[in-house]
């Protein structure tokens, strides 16, 4: 079974460029979230969708920043126009929603590395 | 507010002695709590989770946690570590305050095992 897959795995952008990242999740993996780690700190969540609605974005740092998961299969996430502080490392990671999904692990991607220079 | 704490930037065993890596939460509700780790150029990688039952968890890789809803601890522990243990590890909580859904992580702790 293939397993999370992030694109690309590095991104160096200058500041007030957009940058695309994306996330392939496990196939029927109905629950795909966003994490994003700055340098040194927690592992912060962004967003969850369930198929291709958002089911919570509270974690979204403001509205420069864009997901979608068109058909509920892969997602991707948008940054525009990308700043300084946006560096970090973006995660994605999947669960089933079979039981109980609060017992599920989540499944975790390699990460995207973007620097913003 | 729920929160994890890992009070160990980095943790230094010398193989074929065990380890402990702390862990200890903040959360409303019944916590359900994992572990993950990264080795480098890799993505997490779950070893354990604690949901209920059994305070004692174990893992993949020989790892095992135990869950003290006193001291709202969850250290992660190997009886025997090896070189190839030496990682970055991240507890993390699910809670009431997210749903159950969503983690939240503590900021890591990297084990270092030396030959």
């Known amino acids: 079974e293939a397993g999370v897959t992030q694109f690309p795995s590095h991104s160096v952008i200058e500041k007030g460029q957009t940058v695309t990242l994306r996330c392939d999740p496990i196939?029927?993996?109905?629950?795909l979230y966003w994490y994003r780690r700055v340098m040194g700190k927690e592992i912060k969540f962004l967003l969850h969708?369930?198929?291709?609605?958002?089911?919570?974005e509270s974690g979204m740092p403001n509205n420069r920043f864009l997901a979608e998961r068109t058909g509920g299969t892969y997602s991707t996430l948008k940054v525009q126009p990308a700043e300084l502080e946006d560096s970090g490392v973006y995660f994605c990671a999947s669960s089933p929603r079979v039981g109980e999904s609060s017992y599920n692990e989540q499944f975790f991607g390699p990460g995207t590395r973007l620097t913003v220079l | 507010a729920q929160s994890v704490a890992q009070p160990e930037d980095q943790v230094n065993v010398a193989e074929g002695n065990p380890l402990t890596v702390k862990c200890t939460y903040s959360?409303?509700?019944?916590?359900?709590l994992f572990w993950y780790v990264q080795y480098p150029n890799r993505g997490l990688q779950f070893l354990l989770k604690y949901i209920t039952g059994d305070n004692l968890v174990k893992g993949s890789y020989g790892f095992e946690a135990e869950f003290n809803k006193s001291q709202t601890s969850f250290h992660l522990k190997k009886p025997s570590a090896l070189v190839s243990d030496s990682a970055l590890y991240f507890c993390a909580v699910r809670g009431a305050l997210s749903g159950y859904s969503t983690l939240t992580f503590g900021k890591g702790t990297m084990l270092l095992v030396s030959p």
């Open positions: 969708f369930v198929k291709e609605s958002k089911q919570d």
């Open positions: 196939s029927g993996h109905d629950n």
């Open positions: 959360v409303s509700g019944n916590p359900y």
